[in-house]
């Protein structure tokens, strides 16, 4: 197949800056305002799940997440709003990827570091996902090319609600993560058709205390 997206060798050290904090600039580039911390436990930092390619198992890491966050002094809006970008990204992980192997699945990570949150949802894809990440690829760009992800948000739903009930590639789900979710959207697939889509969202101060 032919992903829209290839792995750049830069990607690592980009992504590392990204959760260590020290790309500014890319942070507050098309992201809202940032969530409040009000604490922070003293408990690990990351959290990897590996999921069965099951409906089922979306509320159970709903439940997990949840618990991680506030492990973390998360509360109220942004425990909803972070939980919501996990259970978006591994629906569609779910719903586009490659499970026909046995030992394929959806692998979650959560990282929290000092100034960010990133979530990253990993899954196998084939050609028959080609469409999607044309799909993915393009939301993505058009979510960024507006300053504010709000602005997105409305004249995403302004679209939906011109569209048949049935349509169930509105990309809505995208730009909740951008929007409701304070996050920047990245994805890529690797040379062994791996799909990697990550939603880095803001904190607005720095957690470690």
Not at 9 to 20: A, F, H, L, M, Y
Not at 58 to 69: A, G, H, L, Q
Not at 176 to 194: H, P, Q, T, W
């Amino acid at each position: 197949m032919s992903p829209s997206r290839k792995k750049d060798p830069s990607d690592t050290n980009r992504r590392s800056s990204i959760k260590d904090g020290k790309n500014d600039r890319a942070l507050r580039n098309g992201a809202s305002e940032p969530f409040i911390v009000r604490e922070r436990s003293a408990t690990k930092r990351s959290m990897k799940l590996t999921l069965k390619p099951n409906w089922e198992e979306i509320e159970k890491v709903r439940n997990s997440s949840s618990e991680f966050f506030r492990s973390h002094g998360f509360h109220g809006d942004a425990v909803n709003a972070l939980t919501m970008v996990i259970s978006e990204l591994i629906e569609n992980g779910i719903k586009y990827g490659n499970f026909k192997a046995p030992g394929n699945k959806v692998i979650l990570t959560i990282h929290v570091g000092s100034r960010v949150v990133t979530v990253e949802v990993v899954n196998p894809v084939d050609e028959t996902a080609y469409n999607h990440l044309k799909r993915l690829d393009r939301t993505i760009q058009w979510i960024r090319g507006y300053q504010d992800p709000f602005q997105a948000y409305t004249e995403r739903i302004r679209a939906v609600s011109k569209k048949p009930l049935r349509d169930e590639e509105s990309g809505l789900g995208l730009v909740r993560i951008a929007y409701e979710g304070k996050s920047i959207l990245d994805f890529f697939v690797g040379d062994d058709n791996i799909l990697n889509v990550s939603a880095v969202s803001i904190l607005e101060e720095d957690i470690r205390r």
